[in-house]
């Protein structure tokens, strides 16, 4: 692991799609040769990545090696990636851990107010809008990718094993496989917390049956929600009718809303802050707004009033977990 500083601008990336060698995935990977490597998590990004509110547009990757797990913009993150839009992406795989922004997101790594829009194709397992697999933590971000898979499949994250705070999908979600794990925003949940999260997500299931572990929100609950859950989590009941797969038998904390319920700030938790993290995007439904003030790295001064995305220095250099009452700092 390599703690370094990374920053950018606006990307387009159109060119990918002419490569000889697709897209290469940012850790996770033994060569930059496709034919020539292998997935290994230990290979993995574990510096600060900072998209500086910037986007990068137009990327597409192409993975048909079937020992290449761990697909996305990054593949294996012990890191911090934050600020940071993918845009129009294109993923085609036939591995598993595939997410529009990363693979696999390992114990430590952090991701916050990111988001991802395009495509998501896998014909293998373990695909999510944003990240393949979460052992780590998630907040203030999105995807509104259209992700398809054989099996676990979610609008946000396929396997989630760690924390998420603030996050939503919006996107769609189809399975090809019959008795797939399917959830609007997580396919497979095994770890608490998930708070103040929301899945605006339309389900397809592969031969049109039900496949007992297909939900709006949560498609297989391998644990009880804890109280940590209390934080009020939704989904779109007009667009799928059930939060939680019929088979899972663990505790589920969650409430379904009508499209025009979830339009509604008088349907929400004590928990949901509309003052400083969630608003209402021209769709009507929440989005995420004024984001936790966030390092932008202008110079290494931590008292630089433009090294702060909100323009001013907070007093405290600690970079800490959210809880349930919020905040990055």
Known sequence: MVNTFYKQKNIDASDT????????PIGGRTSDVPSNSSDNESYEFGGTYNGA??????????NTF?????????GSVIGTILNLSLTNLSITTNSMKTGGLVGLLKRGGKIYNCSTTGTITSTNSSAGGLVGQNQSTIFN???????????????????????????????SVTTTAIN?????????????????????????????SSTNYDGGLIGRLRTDMNNDSDNYNYWNIDLF??????ANTNTFKGSGKTSVEL???????????????????????PTL?????????????????????????????????PNSTNTFF
Request: glycine share 14%; aromatic share 12%.
């Open 180 to 208: 797939a794990h399917i959830g609007g925003l997580i396919a497979e949940y095994s770890t608490n917390p998930l708070a103040r999260s929301y899945a605006n997500t339309s389900i397809t299931i592969g031969d049109g």
């Open 289 to 321: 707004v004024n984001k936790p003030n966030t390092w932008l790295g202008v110079n290494t001064n931590w008292d630089n009033n433009a090294n702060w995305s909100l323009g001013v220095a907070p007093s405290s250099n600690s970079l800490s977990t």
């Open 53 to 62: 509110g910037f986007t990068i547009n137009n990327l597409t990757y192409i």
């Open 17 to 24: 799609a002419n490569w000889s060698n697709s897209w290469i």
């Open 66 to 74: 079937s020992g290449n797990n761990l697909n996305g913009l990054f």
């Open 241 to 246: 009718s059930q939060g939680k797969g019929s």
């Open 263 to 285: 339009k509604d700030v008088t349907n929400y938790g004590d928990g949901w802050d509309f003052d400083n993290t969630w608003g209402f995007g021209s769709d009507g439904y």
């Open 141 to 171: 971000s999105y995807s509104s990718c259209s992700v398809t898979a054989s099996s676990v499949a979610g609008g946000l994250l396929g396997l989630n094993q760690r924390s998420v705070y603030d996050c939503y999908s919006n996107g």
